[in-house]
């Protein structure tokens, strides 16, 4: 199994960001089930 570098730089690449995307995703939907119970209300 071997570890090609570039796969590597990907994944260091992406980590980091992990922490932000989840809440930021999370707020996303949050806001769209809001806006989809005023809209419905």
Same mark, same amino acid.
């Given at each position: @199994?071997?570890?090609? $570098?570039?796969?590597?730089? !990907?994944?260091? !690449? +992406? +980590? $980091? %960001? %992990? $922490?932000? +995307? %989840? $809440? &930021?995703?999370? &707020? !996303? @939907? ?5 806006? %989809?119970?005023?809209?419905? &209300?």
């Amino acid at each position: @199994m071997n570890h090609d $570098p570039e796969h590597q730089d !990907a994944v260091d !690449a +992406v +980590v $980091p %960001i %992990i $922490p932000v +995307v %989840i $809440p &930021a995703v999370g &707020a !996303a @939907m949050m806001f769209l089930l809001a806006f %989809i119970a005023v809209h419905m &209300a």
